[in-house]
């Protein structure tokens, strides 16, 4: 489903001169207005495949209609998104939940509605129906090199997909790990899982990179073989300068400081990319910015801090992607709540002063040091994002043009009501 541009712009139209007031006050404040919408314009999130149907929980999983039943439509909704807010041209997808039948012709479409792909996910955490051996007790960790060399063979076929339709990253994110004490020589485990990687790393286009995602626990709970960014960072400099580690904001241990965690991989050059979502508890992998939007601020801030500091380009040298979806949510309007907080944590954090912080800082001025933090995030910025999104051809407001022209009945029509997500 295409939607017109027309309806876009008779939407905008309705909310214009409210916007103009809001967009000028806020605007009023920020010295080089023009340069923060420019990179605000040139941001792009990416959206996983695996969101765009109803999440479940283990305890069950209520559909709301109208969802994707192949990969066109995954495509298709993604599309949608990005003509809303002009700031979901990617998407990523999930081996073997979204194989590409045919490639050229998913490049085409995916083309045809302004998106590229952003890294491809390999899966060796399920048994696949016609799979040969099991990864019950893991897969690139394994005690039977025979499991580890189908894990790998997945991996490599995994980049030949992402080849095929332009994508220049893999993401491996492992379950491997152990459930109880002993179960697991934690050395042997992490030199086979290295072993593998080096394996995956050896097929990797020089023009990719790997990510290697860490975690800390689920669905093993004891350990986990890529269990933290210091393992994900080891394994990531021993295989090479392709290797970067990748942080799933749900991934860590309760209170972790995340934004320290980034910042100093961003000065070793090994932050890969990111896996956007929120939670209360553990990987509840819930709307970005729901629970906990000032340490998403946070991370922001070290994040411009430290690109700038080693002349990265924000919207192209990471790979920004969500991974959040859940049950009682329209997954469209979900994503459109994720891509927006990005959106305003990120704006937030390109209004810091950063001189003025440096100074405060040098001078051990702590509360000032807060008080410059704390104006910026505590900053409006809603109106400039929407200005931002109003200059791309976009939505004043996503998610009131997506409810106010009943995209999602639409969906319905075309689909059905019982229309269930692919994949998961
Ligand atoms: C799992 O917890 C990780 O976040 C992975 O990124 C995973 O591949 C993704 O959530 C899809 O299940
Ligand atoms: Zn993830
Ligand atoms: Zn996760
Ligand atoms: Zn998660």
Same mark, same amino acid.
């Given at each position: 489903m295409l939607l017109e541009k027309y309806k876009i712009e008779e939407f905008n139209q309705a909310g214009l001169a409210e916007h103009k007031r809001r967009f000028d006050f806020a605007a009023s404040y920020v010295k080089n207005i023009d340069e923060v919408l420019q990179k605000l314009i040139d941001f792009q999130v990416a959206i996983p495949s695996w969101a765009l149907g109803t999440g479940g929980t283990r305890f069950g999983r209520f559909a709301g209609g109208g969802e994707p039943r192949s990969l066109?439509?995954?495509?298709?909704?993604?599309?949608?998104?990005?003509?809303?807010?002009?700031?979901?041209?990617?998407?990523?997808?999930?081996?073997?939940?979204?194989?590409p039948q045919n490639p050229a012709a998913i490049k085409a479409l995916a083309a045809q509605h302004g998106l590229k792909f952003d890294?491809?996910?390999?899966?060796?955490?399920?048994?696949?129906?016609?799979?040969?051996l099991s990864y019950k007790f893991g897969s690139m960790q394994h005690v039977d090199k025979a499991v580890r060399k189908q894990a790998v063979d997945h991996n490599i076929e995994v980049i030949r997909h992402g080849i095929e339709l332009g994508s220049e990253s893999l993401t491996v994110w492992l379950s491997d790990g152990s459930s109880f004490p002993g179960q697991l020589n934690f050395r042997k485990a992490f030199?086979?899982?290295?072993?593998?990687?080096?394996?995956?790393?050896?097929?990797?286009?020089?023009?990719?990179?790997?990510?290697?995602?860490?975690?800390?626990?689920?669905?093993?709970?004891?350990?986990?073989?890529?269990?933290?960014?210091?393992?994900?960072?080891?394994?990531?400099?021993?295989?090479g300068e392709k290797a970067y580690t990748l942080v799933d904001l749900g991934h860590h241990l309760p209170n972790a400081n995340i934004e320290q965690i980034v910042s100093l991989l961003l000065m070793e050059g090994k932050l890969g990319g990111f896996h956007f979502n929120d939670s209360k508890y553990g990987d509840d992998?819930?709307?970005?910015?729901?629970?906990?939007?000032?340490?998403?601020?946070?991370?922001?801030?070290e994040l411009v801090e430290g690109m700038d500091a080693r002349g990265m380009n924000h919207a192209t040298d990471l790979g920004w992607m969500i991974d959040?979806?859940?049950?009682?949510?329209?997954?469209?309007?979900? *994503?459109?709540?994720?891509?927006?907080?990005?959106?305003?944590?990120?704006?937030? =954090? &390109?209004?810091?002063? @950063?001189?003025?912080? /440096?100074?405060?800082?040098?001078?051990?001025?702590?509360?000032?040091?807060?008080?410059?933090?704390?104006?910026?995030?505590?900053?409006?910025?809603?109106?400039?994002?929407?200005?931002?999104?109003?200059?791309?051809?976009?939505? *004043?407001?996503?998610?009131?043009?997506?409810?106010?022209?009943?995209?999602?009945? =639409? &969906?319905?029509?075309? @689909?059905?009501?019982? /229309?269930?997500?692919?994949?998961?």
């Open positions: 066109e439509e995954k495509i298709e909704d993604v599309g949608l998104l990005h003509q809303l807010n002009r700031s979901s041209g990617a998407i990523s997808l999930h081996i073997p939940w979204d194989i890294a491809v996910n390999s899966n060796t955490f399920q048994d696949q129906p016609d799979q040969k030199q086979n899982t290295l072993e593998s990687l080096q394996e995956v790393y050896a097929a990797l286009p020089d023009n990719w990179k790997m990510f290697v995602e860490y975690k800390a626990f689920e669905p093993n709970f004891y350990s986990m073989s890529v269990g933290d960014w210091g393992q994900s960072y080891l394994y990531a400099s021993k295989l992998d819930l709307t970005v910015g729901s629970v906990k939007p000032y340490q998403l601020f946070l991370i922001f801030n959040a979806s859940h049950n009682v949510k329209d997954p469209l309007e979900d *994503l459109l709540q994720s891509v927006e907080a990005i959106m305003i944590a990120y704006t937030q =954090a &390109l209004l810091v002063d @950063r001189k003025a912080l /440096a100074e405060a800082q040098q001078a051990n001025d702590v509360v000032r040091c807060q008080e410059i933090l704390q104006t910026a995030a505590r900053t409006d910025v809603r109106a400039i994002v929407a200005e931002a999104r109003l200059r791309s051809g976009g939505a *004043l407001q996503t998610l009131q043009a997506f409810r106010q022209l009943e995209l999602r009945k =639409a &969906l319905i029509g075309e @689909r059905g009501l019982k /229309a269930v997500s692919t994949g998961l």
